[in-house]
């Protein structure tokens, strides 16, 4: 999988609560190398080995070892993604769970999810089990404790006078050293060095009404994750990665190749390397950048030629009018002037 990324809403709320326990904000993020930026926008990307780092630089500032058990209890799953929203808007506990399995990776990006769903509901001889099938798990047992403790008290938390549906948890990681803290997440067998990552559930859970009757809300989420998603794949280009991180500092001057590559975690001549492996050039995906925005920022007609020139990273508005000439053969004076001229109905 190229570059696993996990939502700006889950890294943000891993940063809540350890700041909650006495960590400093700006330090977590400076030592984990995360642009603080992104925590504005709850659906922006984070690189996943970036969110590991923060993990473990909070585990560490907060003298928490099972930090990760309890940033699986701390918030609902509807305050971190979309993925939530829509999981709580379903008619049963079924149909939450293959919601959250069908948007999964919007919220986070493991390895062995690319190519399917990465959870699975798995009848047995000894019962029927949740699986995690995401490949190398002991890399990050944090996830897995989240993962469990997130699945358990969710369920608990929205239902607490109904039975608890989680009969046995079976982790493949070793006991931890801070085993102890897991008494007050799980209340039923804990089995570590497991052969899976998987808990043991009743059954008739699955057919269990969540009391949503609102399929228009459920609707509206569903349509929106389908474009998170489609955005995320296109992401996954090296062209959309540098748009993505390009974007919000266009008119700061930072547009460099040298800043991109510090936002997405590469070195420049990584980033270099990745670029002549799809045959782009960062030059000329700046350039196209660039030439879509302004053409876009004098369409709407809500900004002046200047104001495009700014926002589109020109410190001169001479320079950005060659460019403009360039692209479309007109200026941004007369192709503004164009976009404002009323339309015949033919036209429309």
Partial sequence: MQDPTVSAGYVRSLLALAVKRGADTQQLLTAAQIDPRLMETPDARVSFERFKALMAEAKAACREPALALHF?????????????????AARTMGEAFEQTNRYARLVIEVDGHEAGARFAIVRRADGVWIE???????????LTESTWVRFIHDRHRAFPDRKAYVLEVHMTHAEPAHVAAYREF????????????ALRIRERWLDEPTGSEDRYVFGVFNAHADELMKSLAESKTIR?????ALIP????GEATMES???RLGYSRSTLHRRLKQDGESFELILDDLRRRMAIDYLDSRKVSVNEAAYLTGFSEPSA????????????????????ESPRLPSES
């Fill in 320 to 339: 950005f009018s060659r460019a403009f000439r360039r692209w479309t053969g007109t200026s941004p004076g007369r192709y503004r002037k164009a976009s």
């Fill in 240 to 244: 959309g990665q540098i748009e993505a």
């Fill in 186 to 197: 799980f209340d039923m067998p804990l089995v570590f060095g497991a052969a899976w990552n």
């Fill in 132 to 142: 995690d099938r995401r490949r190398n798990p002991n890399a990050f047992p944090e």
């Fill in 72 to 88: 699986g209890a701390a918030a609902p799953f509807a305050e971190l993604s979309i993925v939530g929203l829509i999981a709580h």
């Fill in 260 to 262: 991109v590559s510090r």
């Fill in 249 to 252: 500092v266009l008119h700061t």
